[in-house]
């Protein structure tokens, strides 16, 4: 049995590169940049103010008290006119461009508001004082974001700022869905004996959208092979990815396999030592489109989320050339004594408490693998060693964040 490690190896080891796309800077928001942008001009582009006040020669400024006369009113986007001169100042608004002759500002607080076209100004300023230079945020010819970048709202406000409507990125990858089993009923329609509701395609294609993926829900295909088969097919096509879930144990109905095997699935292994997920499937089909991988994931919900972050995420991040395509494992602090010792690794569910120590980790209580009330309460896992003792109270441990957005340090309290 493969370990987890190991399973990532193979799965890493064939990942297709998304082709380009240009899109809008409306759309471009957590996409992955597939070309450099390069800095067309200079940002800023001119020497400018930082605050509201007054454009001096900073040599008037040497006697701490004085006072100059005002040139003129310089307001952003407007260009000045006149030159300082020694014993000049000329009014300035945060942004508007420094006139010739000027080298620093003097805050409006520290001045008397001007009167009669004379101001007075108390504080000695040094030469640059307040003052943007041109190029000081970025240069012509620049690299300002490299591919592989990933948009967040401060890289989509600087393309904008170079006057740049579009930018180049790696297409999002297409990811089909398929659940399977008699005993599955999608939500909104009647259970009949026996029969439970999916939530492996509405939490899998969750999931997906949070990996900048797309997702394409193809419903839950019965124990049927003949059925399975044409589902899967379908499935396939016009996809970058397919995942099923169900179906990949050993038992009478697990039919998967057999469909991988008609349909020319080349499977490279079932299983990972770990808990929960242990019976994972994938393999690799040749398509239209060349060839893509094929999870077969577990029927339990949580065993398919978790197998989705280690596995699928990661491959769906690293086909869209992100350099950082792993959620995040960091350092925490067991809150309680963990329990059991496995010959598998383990990813327990587990809440997040800040604290002057770091994170504090506590279960969030039973970790079958059917519980999702802990896998929708959990900011992270837990990550067990295999032939290890668990951490006791107050020991270290390794946690990967899953939900950050939900940590308890999302709340205000800066400590300052």
């Known amino acids: 049995m493969l370990t987890v490690e190991q399973a990532q190896g193979r799965i890493f080891a064939r990942i297709p590169s998304m082709p380009e796309e240009e899109v809008g800077l409306d759309a471009a928001a957590g996409r992955v940049l597939a070309r450099p942008v390069v800095c067309n001009r200079d940002v800023p582009p001119w020497d400018n103010s930082s605050m509201d006040g007054y454009a001096v020669r900073a040599a008037d400024t040497a006697d701490g008290s004085y006072t100059l006369q005002v040139n003129e009113v310089i307001g952003a986007g407007v260009m000045p006119t006149a030159t300082v001169e020694p014993g000049t100042a000329s009014a300035i608004m945060t942004g508007a461009p420094m006139p010739e002759g000027a080298d620093a500002v003097v805050m409006v607080e520290h001045t008397d508001g001007q009167q009669s076209g004379l101001v007075t100004m108390h504080g000695q300023v040094p030469p640059g004082k307040y003052v943007r230079r041109r190029g000081s945020d970025m240069s012509v010819g620049q690299e300002v974001l490299g591919a592989g970048a990933v948009l967040n709202a401060g890289g989509v406000g600087l393309v904008s700022s170079l006057g740049q409507p579009k930018v180049w990125v790696r297409r999002r990858p297409v990811v089909s869905i398929l659940s399977t089993g008699d005993e599955v009923v999608l939500p909104g329609r009647p259970l009949g004996p026996g029969q439970i509701y999916s939530s492996n395609n509405v939490s899998l294609a969750t999931l997906v959208r949070q990996a900048g993926a797309v997702p394409r829900d193809c419903g839950n295909a019965p124990d049927d092979l003949p059925t399975l088969v044409e589902q899967m097919r379908d499935a396939l096509t016009g996809a970058d990815a397919l995942i099923t879930t169900g179906g990949v144990s050993m038992g009478a109905f697990d039919h998967v396999r057999e469909a991988h095997r008609i349909l020319g699935v080349e499977m490279d292994f079932w299983k990972v030592r770990m808990k929960p997920g242990k019976p994972l499937a994938f393999g690799w089909v040749h398509g239209a489109a060349g060839e893509l991988p094929v999870f077969g994931l577990p029927g339990n919900p949580v065993s398919c989320m978790v197998n989705f972050l280690q596995f699928v995420r990661p491959w769906l991040r690293m086909s869209m050339g992100d350099p950082r395509p792993f959620l995040p494992v960091v ?86």
Do not use: N
Not at 341 to 365: K, M, N, P, Y
């Open 331 to 416: 350092p925490a602090v067991a809150g309680h004594d963990f329990k059991g010792r496995s010959d598998r690794v383990r990813f327990e569910r587990v809440v997040l408490q800040a604290s002057e120590a770091g994170w504090i980790a506590h279960s969030t209580g039973s970790q079958g693998s059917g519980i999702l009330t802990g896998m929708a309460a959990a900011d992270a896992l837990a990550c067990l060693p295999l032939d290890r003792d668990p951490p006791r109270a107050g020991e270290g441990m390794r946690v990967q964040l899953i939900r950050p957005g939900g940590l308890a340090s999302s709340t205000p309290g800066y400590g300052w």
